[in-house]
């Protein structure tokens, strides 16, 4: 009796297959492993197509990591050029300053002491000039000893000297010289900033002692904002300048921005085994861009012609990728293998086929989902 049952369950379970082949509706597996047998009535209504592996264009990227910075001309730390009190500070961190904009007022003894001697200077020069100018008629007119005049030229040359160099340090204050000669002392000076550009530090505390060691502001100019990646010094022989390079902050390749590549480096980083490179970003809100962004991006480095299938045309399972063979055709009927297949590179359209799809086979490259 055991022996009856062990040979009669197989057959039933290979006649209940055989009835639903015979009266199923649906895309039915067949004995024979991953084959699945539809209609052609089946294969139309689900939209299903038929296509082969078919050369494509692919691009060979780079991808690597970097950060957005500012070039040297593109940020300037502010300090005070004498040292002195913060009197004022006039900005803060996030505004938007033009070039020559002032940012905080400072003062101090050291401030006052130079108008003083700019003022000595200027008296002492205005005197010398006097006295020479009258020594120059007076020679010319053979009154007046040699020794005296070549004394009153050497006073007045050296008053010039002194005086101009007092002014210099005035005018680079953002003062007026005239209105110190006329009397007028300034109890402080304005720091301005050297470019336009957003602030992005503030190191200025009103009250606070300073001098030249001190930042009192941080200033960035966005539209000079670059882009500096590391790429691993394997890839070190595919990079050129002029390459193209799309890039994204905050992981938003939606929002990806354009670059150009403009430098690659000479230094590999022993620690990192990586290459700095510089990338001119592209057209793009810079107002938008922050400095020392962290960012992803891809270098452009070559296209690559292969032989690929549409995307449509390609399931993922876990780590592998499959695709429906048309393996044959049988009046109505259609019989799809599902093969497994290794793949390359991937794009949005498309997906490069490296092997497992034998060469002329068809294969479903719409409607897979209803398989």
């Known amino acids: 009796m055991k022996k009856i049952l062990i040979y009669t369950l197989p057959l039933l379970l290979l006649f209940s297959c055989i009835g639903k082949k015979e009266g199923g509706s ?37 991808a690597c990591r970097g950060f957005l910075i500012a070039p040297t001309d593109g940020i300037a ?15 803060k961190t996030g505004d938007f300053v033009n070039q020559g904009q002032v940012v905080c007022n400072v003062s101090g003894t050291e401030f006052l002491d130079l108008q003083q001697q700019f003022a000595e200077a200027s008296a002492n020069y205005q005197k010398a000039k006097i006295d020479y ?16 005049f070549t004394a009153l030229e050497s006073t007045y040359k050296i008053s ?26 300034y109890t402080s000076f304005p720091v301005a900033s050297p470019i336009s550009g957003f602030i992005t530090k503030i190191g200025a505390v009103i009250g606070q002692y300073v001098d030249m060691q001190n930042e009192l502001a941080e200033v960035v100019n966005v539209n000079r904002l670059q882009l500096q990646l590391s790429v691993f010094e394997t890839n070190l022989q595919k990079l050129k300048v002029g390459q193209k390079v799309r890039f994204n902050v905050c992981g938003r390749w939606e929002q990806s921005i354009d670059a150009t590549l403009i430098s690659v480096g000479k230094t590999i980083n022993p620690d990192t085994r990586a290459i700095d490179c510089i990338a001119q970003i592209g057209d793009v809100d810079r107002s938008k861009l922050v400095n020392q962004s962290y960012a992803e991006a891809k270098i452009m480095v070559d296209n690559l012609e292969t032989k690929a299938l549409p995307a449509n045309a390609v399931q993922k ?3 592998e ?3 429906f063979v048309l393996d044959k055709q049988e009046g109505d009927k259609y019989f799809l293998k599902k093969t497994k297949v290794e793949v390359g590179k991937i794009n949005d359209s498309y997906i490069e086929i490296l092997s497992g799809l034998p060469e002329g086979k068809q294969v479903v490259v719409n409607g897979i989902e209803m398989l």
């Open 26 to 62: 649906e895309a039915t597996e067949t004995a024979e492993a991953n084959i699945i047998k539809i209609t052609s009535e089946q294969f139309k209504t689900s939209g299903m197509q038929l296509g082969e592996l078919s050369l494509q264009t692919f691009i060979d990227e780079i």
């Open 160 to 185: 010039l000297a002194s005086y101009n160099a007092l002014k210099v340090r005035i005018q680079a204050l953002r003062i007026n010289p005239s209105q110190i000669e006329n009397g007028q002392m």
């Open 321 to 323: 990728y499959f695709v």
């Open 317 to 319: 399972e876990e780590k």
């Open 77 to 91: 730390k502010i300090s005070t050029p004498i040292a002195g009190t913060v009197e004022k500070v006039l900005v």
């Open 133 to 148: 100018e009258r020594a120059i008629v007076l020679r010319a007119e053979n009154i007046g000893a040699g020794k005296d």
